[in-house]
């Protein structure tokens, strides 16, 4: 498994930029995906399968949309807890918490998914939804991911791939590394927030190398399917019971 890279002050940078573009970042999800992205957190919602009457931990959490996807499906039956370490995207989060009226079902807390403040075998499932590629240490976010799920617990991961279509594949590689980048800096007038996008998921592991990383951070029974053509993938891997 190729090791990721990281400059000492990536996280500090991190935190800033999503923090600038937390007001626009909700209405360029669903602009430059055309809309998909909420069918893609949908669907790893499905495949986390929340019971009645269990908890369950969403990593880097942000605006909270896959906390409300999970809390929708038992409102008041289950509890959700979102940890990201920028206020301003959780700030916007709690906002849509009040207003779905989900305070009982879900806490959002601020923290660092590299080094969770919770204790062993806390939670039934574990999610993170285009998170992990922005850790400095993804094994180490897994690793601990998978410390506070309880046995059997499962966790979740939805990250972009690249289609495995090549003729689809190029298409995509023009919209995602030019158009994209160009409308988001637009509406979010970040000068380079869109950019790292592209960038980031190019030197990302998707698939096969992502499962992998999954197990060498302790999974077992690591699967993962493409969404609409490979555009994003969707992990699952289960604490041994
Ligand atoms: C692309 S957003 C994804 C937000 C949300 N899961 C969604 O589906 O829209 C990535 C989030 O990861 C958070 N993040 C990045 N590194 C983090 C870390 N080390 N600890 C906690 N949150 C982190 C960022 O603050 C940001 O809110």
Redesign the pocket.
């Known amino acids: 498994m190729q090791t990721i890279e990281r400059a000492p002050d990536f996280?500090r940078q991190?935190?800033k930029?999503?923090?600038a573009v937390?007001p626009k970042?909700?209405f360029l999800?669903r602009l430059l995906s055309a809309g998909r992205?909420q069918h893609w957190?949908q669907a790893a919602v499905n495949l986390l399968s929340p019971q009645r009457g269990e908890r369950y931990l969403?990593?880097?959490?942000?605006?909270?949309?896959?906390a409300l996807e999970i809390a929708s499906r038992y409102p008041s039956e289950l509890k959700v807890m979102g940890?990201?370490?920028?206020g301003p995207?959780?700030e916007l989060g709690q906002k849509k918490i009040r207003e779905k009226n989900r305070q009982q079902t879900i806490s959002l807390q601020k923290?660092?998914?590299?080094s969770l403040p919770f204790a062993d075998a806390s939670f039934h499932g574990g999610i993170?939804?285009?998170?992990l590629?922005?850790?400095?240490d993804p094994k180490r976010?897994l690793t601990e991911m998978h410390r506070v799920l309880k046995p059997n617990g499962r966790a979740v991961i939805?990250e972009f791939s690249h289609p495995s279509n090549p003729v689809l594949g190029w298409g995509y590689l023009f919209y995602f590394h030019f158009l994209l980048p160009q409308v988001g800096k637009y509406f979010s007038q970040h000068e380079s927030a869109y950019n790292y996008?592209p960038q980031s998921v190019a030197k990302f592991p998707m698939r096969k190398e992502l499962a992998l990383l999954m197990e060498e951070s302790g999974f077992q029974r690591v699967t993962h399917q493409d969404l609409t053509y490979g555009i994003v993938t969707l992990y699952q891997g289960i604490k041994n019971g």
């Open positions: 996280p991190i935190q930029m999503f923090g937390a970042y909700d999800n992205d957190r969403d990593i880097a959490t942000g605006t909270a949309d896959i940890i990201d370490f920028s995207m959780l923290g660092c998914g590299e993170s939804a285009f998170g590629r922005n850790f400095s976010a939805l996008l």
